[in-house]
T-cell receptor, first 113, second 112 residues
Framework: QKEVEQNSGPLSVPEGAIASLNCTYSDRVSQSFFWYRQYSGKSPELIMSIYSNGDKEDGRFTAQLNKASQYVSLLIRDSQPSDSATYLCAVILLGGGADGLTFGKGTHLIIQP | KAGVTQTPRYLIKTRGQQVTLSCSPISGHRSVSWYQQTPGQGLQFLFEYFSETQRNKGNFPGRFSGRQFSNSRSEMNVSTLELGDSALYLC???????????FGPGTRLTVL
């Protein structure tokens, strides 16, 4: 089982709708959870971080964390064509292997005008 | 505050050569991590340096090495290049490993 798993997509969402991106992670001790956005040919840029169970909102973005289910998600409200990118889930995993920020392979999101 | 910088941005090498990539972190950040990104494998962790010490290492062969200087700048070296080393190499800096990491623009390495 991969340590951080995401559906690779592509996930196609109409403009103005809610995009829902999901991520599951292994049972190594997990501290911090991040969502990054990466445009083609560019480096990842941070969207949000979340450290405790529940929801965290920032503008059109909401991150949700459920440690019991080992699940973290990102909701994008009022999706815009500029949101079309690859979204990377990243988890800091400790113990049992190389400690550090472990990435999923990303979900390719397409917002259709 | 200036972001993470990486040099060079693009590099073309041939098999068997070696290469050194450089990363300057955000001022005040002492942790520097290196990643390799390829279409097939995604973003893979290479190693992390903090205060000139390698604290963590990913599952890469010994041909991949790095170091960090007293000013937190870091270099990564790849010896005896192979075709499969063609990738985007990303550097990220943070206050510490468990904090948010900010990425540089990357170095695109092509091995011919």
């Amino acid at each position: 089982q991969k340590e951080v798993e995401q559906n690779s997509g592509p996930l196609s969402v109409p403009e103005g709708a809610i995009a829902s991106l999901n991520c599951t992670y292994s049972d190594r001790v997990s501290q911090s959870f991040f969502w990054y956005r990466q445009y083609s040919g560019k480096s990842p840029e941070l969207i949000m971080s979340i450290y405790s169970n529940g929801d965290k909102e920032d503008g059109r973005f909401t991150a949700q964390l459920n440690k019991a289910s080992q699940y973290v998600s990102l909701l994008i409200r009022d999706s815009q064509p500029s949101d079309s990118a690859t979204y990377l889930c990243a988890v800091i995993l400790l113990g049992g292997g190389a400690d550090g920020l472990t990435f999923g392979k990303g979900t390719h999101l397409i917002i259709q005008p | 505050k200036a972001g993470v910088t990486q040099t060079p941005r693009y590099l073309i090498k041939t098999r068997g050569q070696q290469v050194t990539l450089s990363c300057s972190p955000i001022s005040g950040h002492r942790s520097v991590s290196w990643y390799q990104q390829t279409p097939g494998q995604g973003l893979q962790f290479l190693f992390e340096y903090f205060s000139e010490t390698q604290r963590n290492k990913g599952n890469f062969p010994g041909r991949f090495s790095g170091r960090q200087f007293s000013n937190s700048r870091s270099e990564m070296n790849v010896s005896t290049l192979e075709l499969g080393d063609s990738a985007l190499y990303l550097c990220a800096s943070s206050l510490d490993m468990t904090n948010t990491q900010y990425f540089g623009p990357g170095t695109r390495l092509t091995v011919l």
